[in-house]
T-cell receptor, first 111, second 114 residues
Framework: DAKTTQPTSMDCAEGRAANLPCNHSTISGNEYVYWYRQIHSQGPQYIIH???NNETNEMASLIITEDRKSSTLILPHATLRDTAVYYCIVDALQGAQKLVFGQGTRLTINP | EADIYQTPRYLVIGTGKKITLECSQTMGHDKMYWYQQDPGMELHLIHY???????EKGDLSSESTVSRIRTEHFPLTLESARPSHTSQYLCASSEFRGDSETQYFGPGTRLLVL
């Protein structure tokens, strides 16, 4: 069962920042927050992950609240190619990583 | 960008045929995974491997089998394909950074069993 809650869908204008929220109120101390996305029917693509500090890479930024019960993925300048389903996943390093993808957020970038 | 490959990308086959879906990665990752995903639905873990000669069943019951004779290769086999096996099959491998594990996925194989 997915341990995260995300909005089913979101829209964002091209060129604007897309902010995707995720609730993970039952997250354990050793669990990381991962974000993946899936464009159409391609294989999921890793975006970013973090434990408690905010993280930034060439694709996105991840903001994790101090209590770690929620986080936000930020795509700073969304393009049409960012239209995808975005998955927020929490998982700890134990045995095989069983990514439970849930339903995710369907993000549509509008021109 | 991860180097993980799956072949074939698309396969249409008749009931009862034996098929093998290929997955290979050139990153030297020990852990590899197979997922099954129906259109618009969640991914389900069907098999995984910790390394050479290691194979484990995932959460979703599957009639497929896997093998791991080489680090870079993790093929999935269906001995007798049925229409219920029609789905997309996704292979992944993972790397470790500190206490975290990140999975990288292949492009997937779309299987249609008639």
């Amino acid at each position: 069962d997915a341990k995260t809650t995300q909005p089913t869908s979101m829209d964002c204008a091209e060129g604007r920042a897309a902010n995707l929220p995720c609730n993970h109120s039952t997250i354990s101390g050793n669990e990381y927050v991962y974000w993946y996305r899936q464009i159409h029917s391609q294989g999921p693509q890793y975006i970013i992950h973090g434990l408690k500090n905010n993280e930034t890479n060439e694709m996105a930024s991840l903001i994790i609240t101090e209590d770690r019960k929620s986080s936000t993925l930020i795509l700073p300048h969304a393009t049409l190619r960012d239209t995808a389903v975005y998955y927020c996943i929490v998982d700890a390093l134990q045995g095989a990583q069983k990514l439970v993808f849930g339903q995710g957020t369907r993000l549509t970038i509008n021109p | 960008e991860a180097d993980i490959y799956q072949t074939p990308r698309y396969l249409v086959i008749g009931t009862g045929k034996k098929i093998t879906l290929e997955c290979s990665q050139t990153m030297g990752h020990d852990k590899m995974y197979w997922y099954q995903q129906d259109p618009g639905m969640e991914l389900h873990l069907i098999h995984y491997s910790y390394g050479v000669n290691s194979t484990e069943k995932g959460d979703l019951s599957s009639e497929s089998t896997v093998s791991r004779i080489r680090t870079e290769h993790f093929p999935l086999t269906l001995e007798s394909a049925r229409p219920s096996h029609t789905s997309q099959y996704l292979c992944a491998s993972s790397e470790f950074r500190g206490d975290s594990e990140t999975q990288y996925f292949g492009p997937g194989t779309r299987l249609l069993v008639l």
